[in-house]
């Protein structure tokens, strides 16, 4: 595969996990939990804690997403092995 296809599947599951997870984070718990994980996200009250609490979501997507593709990646290289064989 292209390296440029890469770089766009890589950036289109990015975007799609970001989108996604921090959504529902925020529609699932009750405000007394988002209220202690802000407060637990925040560096100690350096930042605004709902801006902590999303930059802290954003990076766990990403890393959601980058443990995704190398999953998906490893699932379809052995069916594509078991295939040719």
């Given at each position: 595969?292209?390296?440029?296809?890469?770089?766009?599947?890589?950036?289109?599951?990015?975007?799609?996990?970001?989108?996604?997870?921090?959504?529902?984070?925020?529609?699932?718990?009750?405000?007394?939990?988002?209220?202690?994980?802000?407060?637990?996200?925040?560096?100690?009250?350096?930042?605004?804690?709902?801006?902590?609490?999303?930059?802290?979501l954003i990076l766990?997507?990403?890393?959601?997403?980058?443990?995704?593709?190398?999953?998906?990646?490893?699932?379809?290289?052995?069916?594509?092995?078991?295939?040719?064989?």
């Open positions: 595969m292209k390296k440029s296809r890469k770089v766009m599947i890589y950036a289109l599951v990015v975007i799609i996990f970001i989108l996604i997870i921090p959504d529902v984070v925020v529609r699932m718990i009750t405000p007394e939990q988002l209220a202690r994980l802000s407060d637990f996200t925040s560096l100690g009250g350096m930042l605004n804690h709902l801006l902590s609490l999303l930059i802290f766990v997507s990403i890393i959601l997403a980058a443990i995704a593709i190398s999953v998906m990646g490893k699932i379809y290289r052995a069916i594509s092995w078991s295939k040719n064989k």
